[in-house]
């Protein structure tokens, strides 16, 4: 369905960090790395040309199917309370948000396709599972009623959510996958590392969810990557190069800063900034994710990390555009539809 493969993947250590890794069929496979400030995160590279075997395994002990959209339903039963067993959370998080949940031993270890394998560790420890789920619950939260119902498209019938422990990349040295997703797998899956005490990278996790967004605006036919690329500086294109971003080369040009979870540290003025970081300019994909980053952190947790970051006028209209293809793809609630428009708006 698409030329690109698409994985991507984020990194979190004790603080906030990113890898994405993304594998194009005609291009020579690169990695990229990005840090926040004084971290640095670990390397990936290294694929293999091996052909995509489609590996499905492992399930939850009672996998759920997703339910009709429903955007009037109550959804507060399905809030999590203190106390609140593992089990409940599961059972709760799948109707509140149509997903699979799979985790503990169940968890699918091996995630192969044509440019490199990733594998995931099983986490067992339940308490790190369900603070793991708490958090992430949060994230979701913040999305509109319905949205994550919306995400399979094609084959697809569900999200399923697989919360595993360390994750690593075949050839690649050190761990430090917090959360991956592809569009080249006969499962939609999002894969998200538990760390100990259940931590987990909750940007990234909705990074990730951005990637599944525009899986489906490109499957529905709703994204045109001709028409954002006008959105871009003239003469601009991406340059589908993670290693530049891993070894932190890549020119800061037109970019807010050099890297997530940093402040406007670039010489650009706000009339000359077409990207959130240095990382945003490896592909469209990444594009859009990062933009969405700031806003996402917002709603959620009501403060800009990126502060100012959308009243450069190319971010704004960039993210205005993005926002109006996913109304168009998306059925949501007129208040829910509301609240993301009024937050982007106090913060543009
Ligand atoms: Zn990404």
Redesign the pocket.
Known sequence: MHNNKFK?M?VAAAALMSV?LTSCSNQVQQTEKSRTAGEISQTSSGVSSEPTTQTSSGSSAEPTTAKPLDLVEDLSKYDLKDGDSLEQIVSKMESKYGIDIVYGNDIRTEFKDENETLRAKPNTNDNEIAAALKDIDEGLNALPKGFIKQLPYGKHKILKMYLTGPITIDGVDGGGVPAFTSDSDEELYLTIEVLEQGVVNVPTVL??LT?IIDFKLHYDGIINEDDWSKLNPEGFTYDNSYGDSLAGKKDPKYCYTTDHYVGHNTDNSNDDIWFYYCYSKVNA??DR?TMLENLVIYRIWNYEVAEGLYKCPHMKAKMEYYLKLIEKDFVMNASDRDAWADAFRKIS
């Open positions: 991507t984020a994405l990074h990730e990637h994909y990444e994710a």
